[in-house]
T-cell receptor, first 116, second 118 residues
C-alpha cells in the first residue's frame, strides 16, 4: 500500500487565489512527521512546512498552512494568495518513528500551475 | 536554511564509464546524508542512506556495487555510478540533515545532478 498519496497530478489556480493540495498518509507508527517540499523547474527541493504527529495546532509558515486531520490521516497544504512563482511540483513526505535520521517517503507529487 | 551543494550539476558520459557525484553540506555538519533518484515527472525514490564513517544502507532493489556511496566526512558524501548504462540516466538528488539542530530535523536538499549516459 502507498504510504503517501497525492491524488492530484496537476492543478491550476488563479493568481491571488488560495489553493489546497491534497495529501493522505498511511502509518501505524504513533510518532511521525509530515513535510511539504516545493520543486521548481530548476530541480532543487525547497522545504516549506512541517507537522508533527503530536502537534496540537496546524502548522503555518507565511502563506503556507497545513490542514492536519489526524483521524482522517490527511495533511493538506494550503497556499494562500497564490503567486506566479508558486508554479512548481509539490511533494508531501512522511518520516516515521522518533529517530530524526529516519528516511523520508515521498508522494507522487502535484504540479501546480498559477494562471495570471 | 542550511545549504547543500552538488557537483556536477549536469554530466554526460559514455556507456561503460564511471561518474562521481559529490554532495557537500556547506554550513553545517551532516551526520546523515541521503541519495535519491528521480525520473522525469516522477517522485523521489530513496536509493541509500549514509552515515558518516559507516557503510551506506541501500534500499531494496538498489545495487550497492553499481552505486557506490562514500560518506568520508561530516560535510561530504559521494555517489559513484559505476559502468554507467543509458538506463542509469536520471536526476540524482542528495539531502543532508544536521544531527538534530534544526527544529523539525528536516532534510536539506542539494540542487541535483542530471546524468545522461549515451
Amino acid at each position: 500500500a502507498q504510504k503517501i498519496t497525492q491524488t492530484q497530478p496537476g492543478m491550476f489556480v488563479q493568481e491571488k487565489e488560495a489553493v489546497t493540495l491534497d495529501c493522505t498518509y498511511d502509518t501505524s507508527d504513533p510518532s511521525y512527521g509530515l513535510f511539504w517540499y516545493k520543486q521548481p523547474s530548476s530541480g532543487e527541493m525547497i522545504f516549506l512546512i512541517y507537522q508533527g504527529s503530536y502537534d496540537q495546532q496546524n502548522a503555518t509558515e507565511g502563506r503556507y498552512s497545513l490542514n492536519f486531520q489526524k483521524a482522517r490521516k490527511s495533511a493538506n497544504l494550503v497556499i494562500s494568495a497564490s503567486q506566479l512563482g508558486d508554479s512548481a511540483m509539490y511533494f508531501c513526505a512522511m518520516r516515521e518513528g522518533r529517530n530524526a535520521g529516519n528516511m523520508l517517503t515521498f508522494g507522487g507529487g502535484t504540479r501546480l500551475m498559477v494562471k495570471p | 536554511g542550511a545549504v547543500v551543494s552538488q557537483h556536477p550539476s549536469r554530466v554526460i558520459c559514455k556507456s561503460g564509464t564511471s561518474v562521481k557525484i559529490e554532495c557537500r553540506s556547506l554550513d553545517f555538519q551532516a551526520t546523515t546524508m541521503f541519495w535519491y533518484r528521480q525520473f522525469p515527472k516522477k517522485s523521489l525514490m530513496l536509493m541509500a542512506t549514509s552515515n558518516e564513517g559507516s557503510k551506506a544502507t541501500y534500499e531494496q532493489g538498489v545495487e550497492k556495487d553499481k552505486f557506490l556511496i562514500n560518506h568520508a566526512s561530516l560535510t561530504l558524501s559521494t555517489l559513484t555510478v559505476t559502468s554507467a548504462h543509458p538506463e542509469d540516466s536520471s536526476f540524482y538528488i542528495c539531502s543532508a540533515r544536521d544531527g538534530g539542530i534544526r527544529p523539525y530535523n528536516e532534510q536539506f536538499f542539494g540542487p541535483g545532478t542530471r546524468l545522461t549516459v549515451l
